[in-house]
């Protein structure tokens, strides 16, 4: 299965400002996708990128806020804007295995702290 | 009647006990059933990976679908303290890389 490197692990961030995640996958994937995990919460999916195309945002979710690139096939960012403490999270980012059919694999995270 | 429920415990065993987790859902469409394995501060980690109902082995790990009670479950035999960890449950529908949705995750601690 893909592995996947998601950088930073984890920062500190003031209210107001944005933090960009990176991740890059070692094999061509059609989509990444883009999760929250908040405290004593389930995951929650954020956004499918596809590459060369617009990110699909789920519910609750707005481009504005959670703004995605999908440049290749290999790398995506996340980008958490205007930044409040309600924030601080996990954000993960994620491929299919099989194109989704064999499972699913998971960057390591990064943990956003907005103070 | 949230999708995916999962008891998010804690559960404390001994070590070489057999662990029992289970999820239930609501949702008839679930085609493809996954649990996670996560470590504090790591991303989750593919453990067990199952399409429709039956069961699969892997190890010291068994995972179990009924989709005609909607449950589903993992079992850890002869757990270990390195198996101490929140382990989550994961569907989703058979549609093209849809949606995983999680259950929040069963926090397990296999004492030594």
């Known amino acids: 299965s893909a592995v996947i490197s998601q950088k930073p692990s984890r920062d500190i961030c003031q209210r107001g400002t944005s933090l960009t995640i990176q991740c890059q996958v070692d094999?061509?994937?059609?989509?990444m996708f883009w999760y929250r995990q908040q405290p004593g919460q389930s995951l929650t999916l954020i956004a499918t990128?596809?590459?060369?195309?617009?990110?699909?945002?789920e519910s609750g979710f707005v481009i504005d806020k959670f703004p995605i690139s999908r440049p290749n096939l290999t790398f995506s960012t996340l980008t958490v804007s205007n930044l409040s403490p309600e924030d601080s999270s996990i954000y993960l980012c994620?491929?299919?295995?099989?194109?989704?059919?064999?499972?699913?694999?998971f960057g390591s995270g990064t943990r956003l702290t907005v103070v | 009647q949230k999708e995916v429920e999962q008891d998010p415990g804690p559960l404390s065993v001994p070590e070489g006990a057999i662990v029992s987790l289970n999820c239930t859902y609501s949702?008839?469409?679930?085609?493809?059933f996954m649990w996670y394995r996560q470590y504090s501060r790591k991303g989750p980690e593919l453990l067990m990976y199952?399409?429709?109902?039956g069961n699969k082995e892997d190890g010291r790990f068994t995972a179990q679908v009924d989709k005609s009670s909607k449950y589903i479950s993992l079992f850890i035999r002869d757990s270990q303290p390195s198996d101490s960890a929140t382990y989550l449950c994961?569907?989703?529908?058979?549609?093209?890389?849809?949606?995983?949705?999680f259950g929040k995750g069963t926090k397990l601690s296999v004492k030594p």
């Open positions: 994620s491929v299919g295995v099989g194109q989704g059919r064999y499972g699913y694999t």
């Open positions: 094999s061509q994937v059609t989509m």
């Open positions: 990128a596809n590459q060369g195309s617009e990110a699909t945002y």
């Open positions: 949702n008839s469409a679930f085609q493809y």
């Open positions: 199952t399409y429709s109902s």
């Open positions: 994961a569907m989703r529908n058979g549609g093209s890389q849809g949606n995983l949705i």
